[in-house]
T-cell receptor
Framework: EAGVTQSPTHLIKTRGQQATLRCSPISGHTSVYWYQQALGLGLQFLLWYDEGEERNRGNFPPRFSGRQFPNYSSELNVNALELEDSALYLC????????????FGDGTRLSIL | DAKTTQPPSMDCAEGRAANLPCNHSTISGNEYVYWYRQIHSQGPQYIIHGLKNNETNEMASLIITEDRKSSTLILPHATLRDTAVYYCIVRVSETSYDKVIFGPGTSLSVIP
């Protein structure tokens, strides 16, 4: 069974640009979660999508947005990039039902120059 | 803020059991205890979770105290590949609500 896949593995942008990160969940999973992990910091919750709808978002500005497609894959968009957006962005998916564990991909390393 | 507290670091001799403690004194009745680990440059890996009963799988055992205010993750025979940051989190996940807060975790070093 394929795990959560994220692309690209690495992404280099400059300040003010826009970045798009992609995530394919485990087959059969309907929920997708996005986290930011800045260097030396813990995982910070960004967004939760389930059945195509945004269910919850963390304490991040509106320039962080995303969507979930009918096939349950997801995109994270970051507009007007700032230097402090440099981080590892992790995607996780979970199956239907209560208390299904989240399974993570290996992330996209976003570097802002 | 994370609802769990863990020691920042621990060492364990290779081949011995690694016992990683976690305090979650404010856990609610419907919150589960989850454990993940993160090896450098990889995404977190799910290990195990439980509500109030002890749980065991092929990776580890989870011991939850009767009052549910603390738990211990046990890796029965630690290997060098178990060196990682271990995260203990409490989480309630329903169809309409899901919130996860990761703390700084415990950095486990397995020593040859």
């Amino acid at each position: 069974e394929a795990g959560v896949t994220q692309s690209p593995t690495h992404l280099i942008k400059t300040r003010g640009q826009q970045a798009t990160l992609r995530c394919s969940p485990i087959s059969g999973h309907t929920s997708v979660y996005w986290y930011q992990q800045a260097l030396g910091l813990g995982l910070q919750f960004l967004l939760w999508y389930d059945e195509g709808e945004e269910r919850n978002r963390g304490n991040f500005p509106p320039r962080f947005s995303g969507r979930q497609f009918p096939n349950y894959s997801s995109e994270l968009n970051v507009n007007a990039l700032e230097l402090e957006d440099s981080a590892l962005y992790l995607c996780a998916s979970s199956g239907r039902g209560s208390n299904q564990p989240q399974h993570f991909g290996d992330g996209t390393r976003l570097s802002i120059l | 803020d994370a609802k769990t507290t863990q020691p920042p670091s621990m060492d364990c001799a290779e081949g011995r059991a690694a016992n990683l403690p976690c305090n979650h004194s404010t856990i609610s009745g419907n919150e589960y205890v989850y454990w993940y680990r993160q090896i450098h440059s990889q995404g977190p890996q799910y290990i195990i979770h439980g509500l109030k009963n002890n749980e065991t799988n092929e990776m580890a055992s989870l011991i939850i105290t009767e009052d549910r205010k603390s738990s211990t993750l046990i890796l029965p025979h630690a290997t060098l590949r178990d060196t990682a940051v271990y995260y203990c989190i409490v989480r309630v996940s329903e169809t309409s609500y899901d919130k996860v807060i990761f703390g700084p975790g415990t950095s486990l070093s397995v020593i040859p």
